[in-house]
Nanobody, 125 residues
Framework: QVQLVESGGGLVQAGDSLRLSCAAS????????MGWFRQAPGKEREFVAV????????YYADSVKGRFTVSRDNAKNTVYLQMNSLKAEDTAVYYC??????????????????WGQGTQVTVSS
């Protein structure tokens, strides 16, 4: 069992930056792929980014590529999402999720095993 707690959300203006954190419980954190998803009102949950530690790779949604960066600190059991050049369309509840270390369907929320409670990000234009 893994428990995930997000933090760092807030209200910012377009063009600003935010860094989200996701702290995980458990001693096997490094064995999980860590993903970030978001869900805007009335929309489905969508993939943002994933870090697959075991494979040494990271993937991003096209909508955030070049603006968002995911990183992780296995010693702290924490994954981060650095969000730069924020846009109004980035407004959503952001969730972190833990999935199998070699997850291939990383864009599919159903591929993930554990979820945080979410943190609200609001970008005003």
């Amino acid at each position: 069992q893994v428990q995930l707690v997000e933090s760092g959300g807030g209200l910012v203006q377009a063009g600003d930056s935010l860094r989200l954190s996701c702290a995980a419980s458990g001693r096997t954190f490094s064995s999980y792929a860590m993903g970030w998803f978001r869900q805007a009102p009335g929309k489905e949950r969508e993939f943002v980014a994933v870090n697959r530690w075991s494979a040494g790779d990271t993937y991003y949604a096209d909508s955030v590529k070049g603006r968002f960066t995911v990183s992780r600190d296995n010693a702290k059991n924490t994954v981060y999402l650095q969000m730069n050049s924020l846009k109004a369309e980035d407004t959503a509840v952001y969730y972190c999720a833990a999935g199998p270390y070699g997850v291939t369907a990383y864009r599919d929320p159903k591929a993930y095993l554990y979820w945080g409670q979410g943190t609200q990000v609001t970008v005003s234009s």
